[in-house]
């Protein structure tokens, strides 16, 4: 499609460059008011690196403003299979040690930028998730605010079995969506969490054969690109406020949002 790939042209000259990404193992497709990042290591099963973690923050910083929906895949059978761990062999960038904690903390800040951006009022996010969803792969699909998942998904955060905490900004929606009994149990054992598992949980909300994951988010985000863009950005910012707010604040905010609707929609 002629206008996809000048919109990707766009994007990339806006913002990271292809090869850039393509280093980072990811692809930015463009197309109108839906953008589509694909983590593409497929030989890696999409293991992520310090500049995959970067690279999707400077998607975040240079998206373009008439996007509206923003869908992440994984290329190949999986979507992540989290950290890769030659990371840890001296096969790359290499870790911190920790003894400069403020170096550390700045660091690790650096990386969750790759993550936050994806909650954004003004964007509507979709992690659309097959095979291996593990450890960062996990966090970058609680980071979404809806998750589509195939039959054969399987979710495990990953990171205490290896020695670590998950740190890119994944145990806040956890426990939000599970509670914090489950997402301990989880953690702690760090165990497989299947499709089933999924939707009854809460972690995934539409769960469809494997071969039916395209079909199934391309009408989603269809539906979310036929409702109001003002009403979808006022209406997103409404429900990420209401988990911290009391029922008073909820409701000033509700009038809030609404008088800025109806001022829009008459002009006044």
């Not at 206008?3 to 990707?8: E, S, V, Y």
């Not at 495990?156 to 914090?180: N, Q, R, Y």
């Not at 939707?199 to 539906?223: H, K, N, Y």
Request: aromatic share 4%; proline share 4%; glycine share 12%.
């Amino acid at each position: 499609m002629a206008d996809a790939n000048a919109g990707a042209e766009t994007a990339t000259a806006a913002g990271p460059a292809e090869e850039e990404l393509a280093g980072a193992g990811l692809r930015l497709e463009v197309d109108g008011a839906v953008a589509t990042v694909t983590l593409n290591r497929p030989e890696r099963r999409n293991a992520m690196t310090f500049a995959t973690w970067r690279g999707l923050a400077a998607i975040g910083r240079s998206l373009p403003e008439g996007v509206r929906v923003v869908v992440l895949r994984g290329a190949g059978p999986s979507f992540s299979a989290g950290i890769d761990l030659s990371m840890f062999s001296g096969g790359g960038e290499g870790f911190a040690d920790g003894s400069d904690a403020a170096a550390t903390d700045r660091f690790i800040a650096e990386l969750q930028e790759g993550y936050t951006w994806l909650r954004r009022p003004d964007i509507v996010t979709v992690a659309a998730v097959h095979g291996h969803v593990i450890g960062g792969g996990f966090q970058l699909a609680l980071a979404c605010d809806i998750r589509v998942a195939a039959d054969d998904v399987k979710f495990c955060m990953k990171e205490p079995a290896l020695g670590l905490v998950p740190d890119l900004t994944g145990t806040k929606p956890l426990v939000e969506i599970v509670g914090i009994g489950r997402a301990l149990e989880l953690c702690l054992t760090a165990r497989t969490v299947q499709a089933e598992e999924a939707a009854r949980l809460g972690l995934a909300e539409i769960v469809v054969p494997r071969d039916g994951l395209d079909a199934a988010v391309d009408g989603l985000v269809e539906s979310l690109l036929a409702v109001n863009p003002g009403a979808a950005v006022a209406t997103k910012r409404l429900l990420w406020e209401a988990a911290e707010n009391t029922l008073e604040q909820q409701c000033a905010a509700e009038r809030r949002e609404q008088i800025g609707r109806l001022r829009e929609l008459f002009g006044k």
